[in-house]
């Protein structure tokens, strides 16, 4: 950083995000879901150990490496510092991704595991859990 720039490094990530990935596979299967899902998980628990809680974990923020499968969390435009003692506000994410308890208001860091689950559900099935004709639909199904 200087007087006039603030510059960003970024490391390059080499691949596609894993929404590309499950498209060009079509299923990825349990052996490839649980290498990716242990990383993910490993990583979501470091950020909670440090307080951060990312509300919009998706397939398309996890960038994926085709040939070795390692993976890299991206887009942290919606995440939050947290304390255990008070409860996150706001509905922030994307909608086939979000807790019902982000719908309902009020939540915790919990809603990333959630992300989480939707995520595996894709992977193994290749659709998601939730299907609706607008968003409205789509969080009343969420909720219930």
Known sequence: M???KLYLVFEYVDGSDLSDY????????????IKILQQICSTINYLHSIHICHRDIKLDNIMVN???LEIKLIDFGFST?????????????TPYYVAPEIIKGFY???CDMWSIGIMTYYMLVGD???????DNELFENIVS
């Not at 499950?22 to 879901?33: D, H, L, M, N, R």
């Not at 998601?128 to 607008?134: G, I, K, Q, R, T």
């Open 128 to 134: 998601p859990p939730f299907n609706a004709e607008s």
């Open 66 to 68: 085709p040939d070795t």
């Open 108 to 110: 915790g860091k919990e």
């Open 2 to 4: 200087d007087d006039e």
């Open 22 to 33: 499950i498209t060009e596979s079509i299923k990825i299967g349990e052996e490839k879901t």
């Open 81 to 93: 510092k947290f304390s255990d003692r008070e409860r996150l506000k706001g509905k922030i994410g």
